[in-house]
């Protein structure tokens, strides 16, 4: 069965201070990685795809990275508008659903300043 | 505002009573999906259109519930019968084929509260 974990639940930063944020995968074939950001009371914010292991990308202060069995959110510097619950998700695998995402519970995300 | 939009943003009813939510997708888009999330957990999937056609249901989705969308663009989603468990935020997405529809983007999402 496809599934998702995302390590820790909950991470308290200090402005500035740079972490990581984990996602472990078990998906028959992945065709999607995917990282949302989520604020209270809102609908997931889209923030990137990954496809393939060895594959990064950047937006600002943040940077996604994959191997073949889990995806890193790494946070640069963190300012407080940065806080939030950062959700993974997956799509896969062959053979299996053609449109549903799996997600993990999320990292919530509190940047102090 | 280009974004999926999603109607009414909160819902109280009491259990027993039908309620209905609408989702404007975002336009061009042929995918549209429904999601449930309840408190400390991520999005679940419910069931996802492209155009008219409702391709996949998830276990979730019990008799309860239905889905429409028969035009091809928005979408309306029926909780019949509502029991407290229903309450949740239901949440809208959309995609499209340039994107091999992976990239799904969602709407602000209808709260709802049973009594």
């Known amino acids: 069965e496809d599934q998702v974990t995302q390590s820790p639940e909950a991470l308290r930063l200090q402005e500035g201070e740079s972490s990581s944020l984990n996602c472990s995968y078990t998906?028959?074939?992945?065709?999607?990685l995917f990282w949302y950001r989520q604020d209270p009371g809102k609908g997931p914010e889209f923030l990137f795809t990954?496809?393939?292991a060895g594959e990064e990308k950047e937006k600002e202060r943040l940077k996604a990275t994959l191997t073949k069995k889990e995806s890193f959110l790494h946070i640069t510097a963190p300012k407080p508008e940065d806080s939030a619950t950062y959700l993974c998700?997956?799509?896969?695998?062959?053979?299996?659903?053609?449109?549903?995402?799996?997600f993990g519970k999320g990292t919530k995300l509190s940047v102090k300043p | 505002d280009t974004g999926v939009s999603q109607n009414p943003r909160h819902k109280i009813t009491k259990r027993g009573q039908n309620v209905t939510f609408r989702c404007d997708p975002i336009?061009?888009?042929?995918?549209l999906y429904w999601y449930r999330q309840t408190l400390g957990q991520g999005p679940e999937f419910l069931t996802y259109?492209?155009?008219?056609?409702?391709?996949?249901k998830s276990r979730l989705l019990s008799d309860r519930f239905s889905a429409e969308r028969p035009k091809g663009s928005f979408s309306t989603l029926e909780i019949q019968r509502t029991e407290q468990g229903d309450s949740a935020m239901y949440l809208c997405?959309?995609?499209?084929?340039?994107?091999?529809?992976?990239?799904?983007?969602f709407g602000p999402g209808t709260r709802l509260t049973v009594l």
């Open positions: 997405a959309s995609s499209f084929r340039g994107s091999s529809y992976n990239e799904q983007f």
């Open positions: 998906v028959s074939g992945l065709r999607g």
């Open positions: 990954l496809y393939s």
């Open positions: 998700a997956v799509r896969g695998g062959y053979g299996g659903s053609q449109g549903n995402l799996i």
């Open positions: 336009s061009e888009h042929n995918r």
């Open positions: 259109f492209q155009n008219e056609a409702q391709l996949e």
